[in-house]
């Protein structure tokens, strides 16, 4: 891969994790569903019991039921991207978020508001649909839950 092609391929993983945030926050389930290899692992250690979620189609049965009535505003500065292959990727977001349930239907975890900083480090693989995100283990340095 030239340094041109690895440009465009940054470029184009910086905009899978722009659709990843705005899709989320639209709660556009299909198009978020996309951003992912269907074999795709997440990892959110201080709300999931279990240590990672594994295919695409549980990652959205536990997304949907824990953000479809929160409004939701991600906000990912400072990419770290780096070309592994023609193939393989990896990255490290910094992330600002802000999450807020109705009083009348709080989370699964019974908050209202969650405020987050930290970072998403991920894993992404080029498929015939272009780059996904085959990992996404998000870490967190600041959490403020009521």
């Not at 500065?77 to 990255?91: D, K, L, N």
């Amino acid at each position: 891969m030239n340094k041109i092609e690895e440009l465009l391929a940054i470029e184009e993983i910086k905009r899978l994790k722009a659709k990843y945030c705005r899709v989320m926050d639209e709660k556009n389930w299909q198009e978020w569903r996309d951003v992912f290899t269907s074999d795709g692992k997440m990892l959110v250690p201080e709300v999931v019991e279990q240590p990672e979620i594994i295919g695409v189609d549980a990652i959205i049965a536990f997304i949907i039921p824990l953000l479809d009535t929160a409004v939701t505003v991600h906000h990912l500065h400072a990419p770290e991207i780096e070309i592994i292959s023609e193939t393989e990727a990896t990255g490290i977001w910094a992330l600002d978020d802000t999450l807020w349930w109705p009083a009348d239907r709080p989370s699964t975890f019974g908050w209202t508001k969650l405020r987050g900083a930290g970072h998403y480090r991920e894993k992404y693989r080029k498929t015939a649909k272009g780059w996904r995100i085959s990992e996404l283990f998000l870490t967190r340095l600041y959490i403020d839950r009521s």
